[in-house]
Every structure is written in C-alpha cells, then in structure tokens.
C-alpha cells in the first residue's frame, strides 16, 4: 500500500513553482480554491510528477489562460536591475546554500518588490539572494 501522506508532503512541500506559474495564469486577485483547482487539474493532466517538479510548464499555462508559448527560459540573474518591471518568477537561493524557492517580484526601478510568495514571507526572500528569472516566450 502506498503512503498517501508521503507522496502529499512530498508533492505539496516542492509545489513553491507551480503555485508561482498559477499566480501568474490567475492573477493578483488570485482564490486560493481556484488555484487548486488548477493545481489539482495540472496534477491529473500530469503537468507535474509526484514530487512536485514541473513537467511540462507551458502546457500547464496553457490549460488555464488559454495562451500558447513557444518556451521558458531561464535567464540568470546577476544584479537586481536584470529582474523585469512586471510579475515575473524569480527563482531564490535557500539560506541552506544548495537548494532553491520560487516567488514572483517584480523589480521597480529602484528595489524588488514581492507579489507572491507561496510561503508567506518565506526565508529564501528574506535572505534575497536572486539565482535566475523564468522568461515565457
């Protein structure tokens, strides 16, 4: 018998991306029922495995907003200024040193400013060590 309970942590505990790709597909006035929804439907469609990891993130986008891209790519991020002006997600560095968090800020000419942290105000944010941005295209 498999252990429901593991694999729910597992998934949930390492969800950090997809709740950041659903925040962008809904928006800021975001339900967290809704969102779930979509994460549950995701799941099912396997966009994601058991663990978490996004499989197929442009499908998933897809599925909710309708809107086909071609790619994601992941831009590195060397100073705060290459973050972009509008919500984007930005993968952070854990204060662990090794792995990685998920957000999506946006940067405001001046500092980053944070519109979603699927943690709250997560340890990764607050350390502010900025690894790369995922660019749709």
Not at 25 to 36: E, L, Q, T
Not at 97 to 108: L, M
Not at 125 to 131: A, E, P, R, V
Request: hydrophobic share 35%.
């Amino acid at each position: 018998m498999e252990n429901i309970q593991a694999i729910q942590k597992e998934f949930w505990g390492n969800s950090c991306y997809i709740w950041c790709l659903t925040y962008l597909a809904i928006g800021p006035n975001y339900d967290m029922k809704a969102m779930m929804e979509c994460i549950l439907q995701g799941w099912k469609a396997n966009d994601f495995n058991d663990s978490g990891y996004v499989r197929f993130p442009l499908k998933y986008i897809e599925r909710i907003t309708g809107i086909k891209y071609k790619d994601v790519e992941k831009v590195p991020i060397s100073k705060i200024s290459d973050i972009p002006s509008e919500p984007t997600i930005v993968e952070m560095l854990q204060p662990n040193g090794k792995d990685s968090h998920f957000v999506v800020c946006h940067f405001d000419g001046t500092k980053v400013l944070l519109d979603f942290d699927p943690s709250g105000i997560s340890n990764s944010w607050k350390g502010q060590k900025f690894i790369s941005y995922r660019k749709f295209i």
